[in-house]
Every structure is written in structure tokens, then in C-alpha cells.
């Protein structure tokens, strides 16, 4: 089947099977280097993209259901301001992430403080709950989201 | 509107008029809400052998409504919008089970139709909306009838839904329970087979419990509940003694034997549940009246 999405702003055209996982057209198709496929059921985070302005699984949404959708990748994210904002944090934490669980964490925060504001630990939690990926401890992505939400109040309320 | 590229029919209806014509002029298509349950299940291609109807351009299925007697849910509500609702609106133990289903970028797409309906196994909310009395909306092409849902699958996992209907709506009676309580333990896709789930409703008046309900879901074809456990706590003054603790557990024993579903580390979690918020209850802990 042939589909069409907005992809980081621009549209594509995809022919594919109509069961084809949305991870792997983004990985094979559109040549998206931040979308990996690994476990193939939601659970590693590697394929988190924004799937109409939601943190979403790109391996558990078939090709049919992303016709029309607009996606946005951590390649298209990483032209935001907010995108900035995360990574000054995680480089005042003195924390890098692996390339697997990157652009889950930063979108999965992002889609934290796009519902709240002032993010509690238990939101921030729940938010990573199963996250599998070894390479940050969840404290230091608690300080991140809390840090990020800071600079993102200070720049549109002027405030602490 | 069907598309026909890979031997396979992709119906998207806008209304539900359009889809139950749909599905009457084909009973045998996979109706496809969130899809979550059903991508997790398929990591082998071609997964799908189905027509399959896509129910996400459907607006009447994404509609939450409240009255004073009842919260009405459309069966394509994402769980993240149910959520989204309030803490005052939706009951708390209904809250706690959509949230214990997955994570949020996954409950960002699940649905709660998609949660109730999945024909292999009974998901999170199913135990706590049973106990709520919760009924579906059934309909077909000139028809609808309203089903509780404890009537939606017989005790060895069949569903009463006809090839040609679709489940387009979900209520919930809104009853003040003192006491609403819901945990699970585990996940039960990673771990299902020690994964179990509590649901628990109760009132009291005057110290007395008036009226309680418990439920054990696991990830089985259907969930413990036992009436004689139920029955023996009602009209019981709280501050139960050990006695009536001991005899509630063995009503629930012999319900967990009867019905077979639960491994035996399941059984012995449910024990020490029972008996954790048996002795709660005779501390006052869990709620204040």
C-alpha cells in the first residue's frame, strides 16, 4: 500500500506492506538513524518517535495507521529550542546517553513537561517505567526532566 | 473506503454507520483500535491474515461523556485521555488500573475497548470493571444492545460477540465506594506467569461493611472472584477478628481451587493479599470514615 505522512516537515511517500512495523519504514525507508529496532514490542523505548505531537512506539503502529500522521524524530526534534533545553541539562549532570536509548529519553521527557509543567517524581517514574536501557541511572533523569522544567518555566514565565 | 494493494482490505470508516456496514458485509475483518496488544502478540511476518478495519477516523467512539449516574467512555478512547478526565471524575481504582497498563507512550495509542475486548486474555481494567457493574454498548447494522461485561466472555474465554457486531461504548456507574483499591503486581507481558492484579471495592456505614467486592485478574481467560468470601465480610463490624480473617481466606481458597487459573505462586500472593488489607482494614488504615 502506498502511504503518506509528514515527516520532521516534509512529506513522504511510502509503498509498503500494510502490516509493516512504522519503526522499521522510518529505519529502512526514510533512513532515520535515531529509530532502532529492537525488541519489536514497546518495551526497549529505541523506536520512541512523536507521533502526532505523542511519545509513541513506532514498532507496535502498522504502516496503515501512520497514513496522513505527522512524525517527528529526534533528527527533526534536535532543530528545537526544547530539544536545547534537555541537553543543556544533561550536560550540567555531566550525563551521556547511548545512541540505543537517546532518542527515547529525550522525547519521552519532552512529552513529560508538555503535560506538566512541574513534573513529581512519581510522573516522572511512571513515565520511564520498564525502561531497560542501562546506561543512566532513572536519578539522574529525574534531576534532567526536573532541570529542563526550570529553564522551559524561567524562558516562558520569566520566573523560577 | 477499502484499499487493496497486498491481497489485504484496509477498511477506515469516519462514522460508525459506515463501519457497521462495513462489518455486515464482512463479518470476518480484525477490528484495529490502538493495536497495541495486537502488534505486541505478531513478531512474525505476515502477521495478520485478516481484512482488517481501522476504527482510529471514527470520532463517536472517541467521545467521553458524564452524567450524575454514570461516566460513559466511546470504546476508541486512548487511555491517555480517560486519564486526563480528573482524579474527581474517574473512580480511583479505575484510574490506578489504566495507569498500570503500560507505560505512557504506549497509553498514549491503547485503548480502553481495545483493553476489554482483547480475546486472548483478560487485561487490567476487565477485573476492576466487572466489580464496578460496568456494560457495553453491542451494535450492529440496525441494532444495539447494552451487555454487562461480565457476560462478555464465558468462563473458558469465548466471547458473546456476533462476527458483525462492534462494542461502541463502555458504562461505568458511578456508586460512592469508601474504599476503592487496585494493584498490580508484575507485568503481565513480561512475566505472565507470575503476574497477578487485586481489584477491590467496599462501603461501609457505621462501621459495618455494607457491601464489598474482590476480584483476582491474571492474565488468564478469566478472573477469581468468590461470592461466598464476598457474602461473609458483608455485615461484618470492621475491626475484623482473626477468626473472620481466617474464614474469609479460606472462602477464597476454595474459590482459587475451583476455578484453576492461577499458578500457585499466584495463589500464594493472593493469600498474603487477603490477608495484608484484612489487617489493614482492623487498623484503620486504608480509609478514614
Not at chain 1, 98 to 126: H, K, N, V, W
Not at chain 2, 256 to 278: A, D, G, H, N
Amino acid at each position: 500500500m502506498k502511504i503518506n505522512f509528514s515527516l520532521n516537515g516534509r512529506n513522504v511517500d511510502v509503498e509498503t506492506p500494510s502490516e509493516t512495523r512504522l519503526s522499521d519504514i522510518l529505519k529502512d525507508n526514510a533512513k532515520i538513524g535515531s529509530v532502532h529496532t529492537a525488541c519489536n514490542k514497546g518495551e526497549c523505548r529505541s523506536c520512541t518517535i512523536l507521533f502526532n505531537g505523542d511519545a509513541a512506539a513506532s514498532c507496535l503502529i502498522p504502516a496503515f495507521e501512520a497514513r496522513s500522521s505527522e512524525i517527528v524524530t529526534l533528527e527533526g526534534f534536535s532543530k528545537t529550542d526544547d530539544y536545547h533545553d534537555i541537553m543543556q541539562a544533561f550536560e550540567e549532570t555531566g550525563t551521556t546517553l547511548c545512541d540505543l536509548c537517546r532518542g527515547g529519553t529525550i522525547l519521552t521527557i519532552y512529552s513529560i513537561l508538555e503535560r506538566f509543567a512541574e513534573p513529581d517524581e512519581g510522573q516522572i517514574l511512571d513515565a520511564f517505567r520498564g525502561s531497560i536501557c542501562p546506561c543512566t541511572n532513572i536519578r539522574i533523569i529525574i534531576q534532567v526532566v526536573k532541570k529542563t522544567a526550570l529553564y522551559r518555566r524561567r524562558k516562558r514565565f520569566g520566573r523560577k | 473506503m477499502a484499499e487493496n494493494r497486498t491481497g489485504r482490505n484496509i477498511f477506515a470508516p469516519k462514522s460508525v454507520s459506515e463501519l457497521l456496514s462495513i462489518k455486515q458485509q464482512h463479518p470476518d475483518t480484525l477490528l484495529w483500535a490502538g493495536g497495541t496488544a495486537l502488534m505486541r502478540q505478531q513478531n512474525i511476518h505476515p502477521s495478520f491474515s485478516k481484512d482488517i478495519i481501522q476504527l482510529s477516523g471514527i470520532r463517536e467512539l472517541k467521545k467521553i461523556r458524564r452524567t450524575e449516574r454514570y461516566l460513559e467512555i466511546g470504546a476508541c478512547v486512548p487511555i491517555k485521555k480517560i486519564l486526563n478526565v480528573g482524579q474527581h471524575v474517574l473512580p480511583f481504582a479505575l484510574s490506578e488500573a489504566l495507569r498500570s497498563i503500560a507505560p505512557p507512550h504506549i497509553r498514549n495509542r491503547a485503548t480502553l475497548g481495545g483493553n476489554l475486548c482483547c480475546r486472548s486474555r483478560r487485561l487490567n481494567t476487565y477485573s476492576v470493571l466487572i466489580l464496578m457493574d460496568a456494560i457495553l454498548e453491542i451494535r450492529k447494522s440496525g441494532k444495539s444492545r447494552w451487555v454487562g461485561l461480565n457476560r462478555l466472555f464465558t468462563r473458558k474465554g469465548k466471547d458473546s460477540i456476533q462476527d458483525n457486531e462492534v462494542v461502541t461504548r463502555i458504562r461505568i456507574p458511578l456508586n460512592v465506594w469508601n474504599l476503592q483499591y487496585f494493584t498490580a503486581v508484575g507485568d503481565p507481558f513480561y512475566d505472565p506467569f507470575n503476574a497477578i492484579s487485586f481489584s477491590l471495592l467496599m462501603e461501609t456505614h457505621k462501621g459495618l461493611i455494607s457491601q464489598v467486592r474482590f476480584a483476582v485478574g491474571n492474565i488468564g481467560k478469566t478472573i477469581v472472584r468468590s461470592i461466598d468470601f464476598e457474602s461473609y465480610l458483608t455485615e461484618k463490624k470492621l475491626k475484623l477478628r482473626p477468626k473472620e480473617i481466617d474464614n474469609a481466606v479460606e472462602y477464597f481458597k476454595k474459590a482459587m481451587e475451583q476455578t484453576e487459573v492461577l499458578t500457585s505462586f499466584q495463589k500464594e500472593r493472593t493469600i498474603r493479599f487477603i490477608l495484608w488489607f484484612l489487617h489493614e482494614l482492623r487498623d484503620y488504615n486504608l480509609f478514614t470514615e
